[in-house]
């Protein structure tokens, strides 16, 4: 007989905890992703925008 694994996510404050991690990580790839699209030129490369 397998026994599961316990659960990474067994408790409210771990949900939380995790749920935070997720918040800051999107938060973290926002910067990048926007300064990349504005040095985008319109003109030079429609397709791309």
């Known amino acids: ?3 599961l ?3 990474r996510i067994g ?3 771990s949900l ?3 749920l935070q991690w997720a918040i ?4 973290a790839t926002l910067p990048p992703y926007l300064t990349a699209l ?3 030129d319109p003109e ?3 397709a791309a925008v």
């Open 1 to 3: 007989m397998t026994t």
């Open 11 to 13: 408790t409210l404050g």
């Open 44 to 46: 030079r490369n429609p």
């Open 38 to 40: 504005y040095s985008l």
């Open 5 to 7: 694994p316990e659960p």
């Open 16 to 18: 939380r905890e995790h």
């Open 24 to 27: 800051e990580l999107e938060h």
